[in-house]
């Protein structure tokens, strides 16, 4: 949504952040309790749907279709 210029820029953001909780889970998931887990994945998964939401709400509105409200098409771009 953010990164309709730069795609690679959006793909690289996406695949670091990716990578960074892949290894954090790997460095200290095994000293971790099962309900530290867990509760350690509802509260990252909330706050990644609170940010979604704001960001929907005040930064970037997106339709269901997944296309910026009231920007124009790449073929009404062309004319």
Do not use: H
């Not at 959006?10 to 990716?18: E, T």
């Not at 000293?31 to 530290?36: A, N, Y």
């Not at 990252?44 to 960001?55: D, E, P």
């Not at 929907?56 to 009231?70: A, L, T």
């Amino acid at each position: 949504m953010m990164f309709t210029d730069d795609a690679e820029a959006g793909f690289a953001n996406l695949k670091f952040w990716q990578s960074l909780g892949n290894t954090l889970m790997s460095i200290f998931g095994a000293g971790l309790f099962f309900k530290f887990k867990i509760m350690a994945s509802f509260s990252v998964l909330s706050t990644g749907i609170v940010c979604i939401v704001i960001l929907n709400r005040y930064v970037v509105k997106i339709d269901g279709k997944g296309k910026e409200k009231g920007s124009p098409d790449q073929a009404e771009l062309l004319y």
